[in-house]
């Protein structure tokens, strides 16, 4: 590790902040691999092929808010209304800034990139940059004071806890924690200051919680992190057998679907099959068994009930609490969701050929394909849908303007939505990004909004009646407030309302200089 000196930078431009998700895959455990279900046009898959010496880890693209809490735009009431402009920090010269990102009280920020000369920089608030060979996504404490990285040199990798270094290790920060909200390759623990990640040393996987190293494997994928932060979940091969490793406990395994805490991180739920029958299971507890297949069990907002597919005599259909659903032709395994009182699930169901949504006994419009359900507010859901070749966004009865492309985890051009879309504080409405041809247009609720060449970062103000978020012409990235547009710059970072709803912070960077600016609301 290494300091540089400042001097002028080609800017980059930042990826959002995102939602991780509960991926799942059919994780086969044993000498010999299985196949999953057939891919659907909603998922990428990744199979785990146990037994072998090759690491296949990718995040799965669920289908439309899979696994997403309520979602709710941040509202910060330790930012400084006082302070309109501040340069933050100069970075450094002849390479590329990458990433951008504050603490939730934006009191706090954090920046990467690359150097020119093969290496990375990071920088965490107007210290001096360090420089390494490699650099992963910093993380926060709760507190906003301590910064925790990945980091490697000389083909070591160890983590960063503010200036403290970790031991050093072949491999940091693979697999990720799934259900985290940006993907996190470290997560602070439930004190907020020790953190928790997996490394690699000798041919052989462990997870790390504070100083302390865990059971060695020969293998480890998909790994979860309960609510509460005390508990760390993951699948795990040694000598040819496989595992479901939940904190101190260590269930054996031939083949696993799905895994999910409780909300109160008091037990948890997975699909499991055994003797050639599958079962879903609560804790130790079979809650459902004896299946030709089951898989996605979740919780309900209480935690008192789970839901999960099953399929039995070639009909496919959802369990809730101890009670069988309707049969169908097929049902999708992945994006069962309770409502926000627990009191009704929503489900896609096909028959036919053609998909619909089913919200408890009621049965939907019919599609060419369907990409959800999330619920907006009490039983009326949200989900997107296609017909020919123009994707619509449901809100209950209402279908909003058809595009092209509606905008997934930050990546153009992909067919589904969940991750683009935001909503309201009180839940009542929605925003998200769409593109027609090459253009791309924010629209909130069923108003579509000006084209630009790219949108990114929506927000809601705390009132629910502006949409922010940083738009790009000609490579030029501003600040869009309902429709009044900013001063333009190099990059711009997380725009955040104040909590009067009257101003939005965010970052830039205009030549080589971070930049904290605000904008006036309409």
């Known amino acids: 590790m290494e300091s540089v000196s400042t001097g002028p930078i080609k800017p980059g431009i930042a990826p959002d902040p995102v939602l991780a998700i509960d991926s799942w895959s059919r994780i086969i455990l044993g000498p010999y691999a299985g196949t999953p279900k057939g891919a659907r046009l909603e998922t990428l898959r990744c199979r785990c092929a146990v037994g072998t010496n090759a690491f296949l880890q990718a995040l799965a693209l669920l289908a439309v808010f899979s696994s997403c809490s309520s979602p709710s735009t941040p509202v910060h009431e330790k930012l400084d209304a006082s302070v309109l402009e501040k340069r933050l920090a100069v970075v450094p010269g002849n390479g590329r800034l990458t990433l951008c990102t504050f603490s939730a009280n934006r009191k706090s920020f954090a920046y990467t990139g690359y150097t020119g000369q093969g290496k990375d920089f990071i920088g965490i608030g107007g210290s001096d940059v360090k420089v390494y060979d490699h650099v992963g996504w910093p993380t926060f404490s709760p507190d906003g004071q301590t910064v925790a990285y990945r980091a490697g040199d000389r083909n070591k990798a160890f983590v960063m806890v503010g200036d403290r270094k970790g031991e050093e290790f072949d491999t940091v920060g693979q697999p990720h924690f799934n259900p985290e909200i940006n993907d996190e390759e470290i997560a602070f623990g439930s004190d907020g200051r020790s953190v928790i990640y997996f490394a690699g040393r000798g041919g052989k996987m462990f997870v790390v919680i504070g100083d302390k190293k865990g059971e060695e494997f020969d293998f480890i994928a998909w790994c979860w992190l309960s609510p509460d932060r005390k508990r760390v979940a993951f699948v795990a091969q040694k000598e040819s057998k496989g595992f479901l490793v939940v904190g101190e406990d260590k269930i054996e395994v031939e083949e696993l679907e799905s895994f999910s805490f409780s909300p109160d991180s008091t037990t948890f739920a997975y699909a499991i099959k055994k003797g050639g029958k599958w079962s879903a299971i609560v804790g130790q507890r079979r809650i459902g068994g004896d299946y030709e297949e089951t898989a996605g069990p979740v919780f309900s907002p209480d935690g008192k009930t789970v839901a999960y597919w099953a399929r039995k005599n070639r009909k496919e259909f959802v369990v809730v609490g101890d009670k069988k659903g309707t049969s169908f032709d097929e049902v ?41 359900p999330r619920f907006l507010r009490g039983t009326t859901v949200v989900y997107a849908a296609k017909n020919g070749n123009k994707m619509s966004l449901v809100m209950g009865e209402k279908k909003g303007p058809g595009f092209d492309h509606l905008a997934i985890y930050g990546v153009e051009g992909l067919e589904v939505c969940p991750w683009g879309i935001i909503f309201s504080p009180d839940g009542t409405n929605v925003a998200y990004r769409a593109q027609e041809d090459v253009d791309w247009y924010v629209v909130v609720g069923e108003n579509r909004g000006e084209k630009f060449d790219g949108v990114r970062a929506l927000t809601f103000s705390p009132d629910g009646q502006t949409v922010a978020y940083v738009a790009t012409n000609d490579s030029r990235d501003f600040v869009v407030v309902g429709r009044k547009k900013g001063e333009e710059f190099d990059g711009v970072y997380q725009p955040t309302f104040f909590s009067d709803g009257r101003k939005v912070g965010f970052g830039a960077l205009k030549n080589n200089e971070l930049w904290w600016k605000v904008i006036d609301v309409e």
């Open 332 to 372: 999708r395994p992945y994006g069962i969701q309770f409502s926000p009182d627990g009191s009704t699930v929503a489900y896609v169901a096909i028959k036919g050929g053609r998909e619909f949504v089913v919200v408890g006994d009621k049965k939907g419009e019919e599609f060419e394909s369907l990409f959800g």
